[in-house]
């Protein structure tokens, strides 16, 4: 397995918005499933936000509304679009995909930081 690349965190002010962009390497190969996840210090690491393979998009309750994730199969590529951001939404954001046969891929993480 091979890590995902995620790009497009960094620091906003509360109301702001950020754009996460995560992108599969080329050796990755019939991918279904992608998803956004975040974890807080201290905390578990949480659902965000998950579309399928055909584009249909699940998100957290309490996200829905400024959340929006969506995908892009040719460039094997998830983003997901973060409006009015609360400092409650500081977190590490993970990209995850599946893939058939199936596998699990994780990035790194990147840093979301909300604060004035």
């Known amino acids: 397995q091979v890590q995902l690349v995620e790009s497009g965190g960094g620091l906003v002010q509360p109301g702001g918005s950020l754009r996460l962009s995560c992108a599969a390497s080329?050796?990755?190969?019939?991918?279904?499933?992608m998803a956004w996840y975040r974890q807080a210090p201290g905390k578990e690491r949480e659902l965000v936000a998950s579309?399928?393979?055909?584009?249909?998009?699940t998100y957290a309750d309490s996200l829905k509304g400024r959340f929006d994730i969506s995908r892009d199969n040719v460039k094997k590529t998830v983003d997901l679009q973060m409006d009015s951001l609360k400092p409650e939404d500081t977190a590490i954001y993970y990209c995850?995909?599946?893939?058939?046969?199936?596998?699990?891929?994780w990035g790194q993480g990147t840093q979301v930081t909300v604060s004035s």
């Open positions: 995850k995909m599946t893939t058939v046969p199936w596998a699990v891929y």
């Open positions: 080329e050796s990755i190969r019939n991918i279904n499933f």
């Open positions: 579309i399928t393979p055909s584009g249909i998009p």
